[in-house]
């Protein structure tokens, strides 16, 4: 599917084909429900509509990885996840609607697949968290149809292997929860021949939805510190990511406004 005339929307968010440009990277701009309004166009025309979501530290990653990168922008829709992504737009003036969350997308797709009964395919995560997923999904969804699974663990060798099973189980929604850049990579290569309508790339969300991991507070989502909430529960793991990922954004995000001030200076 093309990806519409780049024009820069009006801050209701609401134009299909709404683009701002943060830090050399062009995002959608539009709203939970006007992102809702387009996937639902694509599910009733059977339309190929895939959707990408951009945080912080995909952003940073992008700048870096021209293959990441080649492939978020292919989506048909590429969308802020990050309140840093938002304010950052308002200081250019352009701002972005909202923060669409890739996760709160998830959620607001099962609620769609539910009322209109549409198949859902669940690609990702380890065996166990994916089965505790299909299980949760099922008892609260129950009118969604679970069109097939696969735990996100294969081979580059396996990728037909697994996109035929997609492409056989006739799904109208896929959701992808694997790894950045192996999430973006399958779903650019193998798009078409999927055949699926709508297509989501939700990350780690998988976990929260099992209760794996936790998501932060309301609070700290809207504050943009969803990211330390993350180093509390592994700091092992993650302070290294984080300090590196947040150092160079706010360089990023220095260098924009001084680019973007009519003096060069802020």
């Known amino acids: 599917m093309a990806r519409g005339v780049e024009l820069i929307a009006d801050s209701s968010g ?10 050399g990277i062009k995002l959608d701009s539009l709203s939970m429900n006007g992102v809702l309004a387009r996937v639902e166009q694509a599910l009733h025309r059977h339309e190929r509509l895939a959707i990408s979501v ?3 530290a995909k952003l940073v990653n992008m700048r870096k990885d021209s293959v990441l990168r080649d492939c978020v922008e292919s989506g048909d ?20 609607p909202e923060r669409v969350a890739g996760i ?10 539910n009322r209109g009964g549409f198949r859902v395919y669940f690609l990702g995560a380890r065996r166990e968290i994916l089965d505790r997923v299909v299980e949760i999904a099922c008892e609260r969804y129950p009118r969604m149809v679970v069109a097939g699974h696969r735990d996100g663990y294969f081979s580059e060798d396996q990728h037909e292997e697994v996109a035929g099973a997609i492409r056989a189980s006739r799904a109208d929604i896929l959701l992808v929860a694997m790894s950045s ?3 973006e990579l399958f779903m650019k290569r193998w798009g078409d021949f999927l055949d699926v309508p709508v297509t989501h790339g ?5 976990d929260v939805l099992a209760g794996v991991t936790r998501r932060a507070p309301k609070w700290m989502q809207h504050c943009g510190l969803e990211w ?10 993650m302070w290294k990511r984080y300090l590196m990922t947040n150092t160079r954004f706010v360089w990023m995000f220095v260098s924009e406004m001084v680019r973007s001030s009519p003096r060069g200076t802020i």
């Open 181 to 183: 850049p192996k999430k």
């Open 54 to 56: 951009v945080n912080v």
């Open 14 to 23: 609401n134009s299909p084909n709404g683009r701002i440009c943060l830090c």
């Open 77 to 96: 829709l590429v969308l802020a996840d990050g309140m840093p992504l938002v304010w950052l737009s308002r200081l250019k003036r352009q701002p972005l």
């Open 104 to 113: 709160d997308l998830m959620y607001r797709l099962f609620d769609l697949a």
């Open 228 to 237: 330390l909430y993350r180093v509390i529960q592994e700091p092992r793991r």
């Open 202 to 206: 939700v990350g780690g969300s998988f």
